[in-house]
């Protein structure tokens, strides 16, 4: 089991930045691919990055490549994502999510979710 708390959300203007954190419970959290997701209003679950369980290897959905960056510390048990040159088509909630093995695109795959984290970009 994994509990999953991410923080680091809020109104953020165009162009600015902002740093997502998700702390995971337990002692095997570098046995789990993780990935952000994101939802915005009367929208689906999407993709938005994801990464291995070393920290190795990454992957983005095109809509925010080169914008945002997704890392790992696995002494500390937590991801980020931290995200630049922010549009007013990023608002949405924010999701980490975990799952056993290969890190994936998937939403469906993933087996534990945190509670979600907002974000707001004003134009």
């Known amino acids: 089991q994994v509990q999953l708390v991410e923080s680091g959300g809020g109104l953020v203007q165009a162009g600015g930045s902002l740093r997502l954190s998700c702390a995971a419970s337990?002692?095997?959290?570098?046995?789990?691919?993780m990935g952000w997701f994101r939802q915005a209003l009367g929208k689906g679950r999407e993709f938005v990055a994801a990464i291995s369980r070393s920290g190795a290897r990454t992957s983005y959905a095109d809509s925010v490549k080169g914008r945002f960056t997704i890392s790992r510390d696995n002494a500390k048990n937590t991801v980020y994502l931290q995200m630049n040159s922010l549009k007013p088509e990023d608002t949405a909630v924010y999701y980490c999510?975990?799952?056993?093995?290969?890190?994936?695109?998937?939403?469906?795959?993933?087996?534990?979710w945190g509670q979600g984290t907002q974000v707001t970009v004003s134009s």
């Open positions: 337990g002692r095997t959290f570098s046995s789990y691919a």
């Open positions: 999510a975990a799952r056993l093995g290969y890190s994936d695109s998937v939403y469906s795959r993933y087996d534990y």
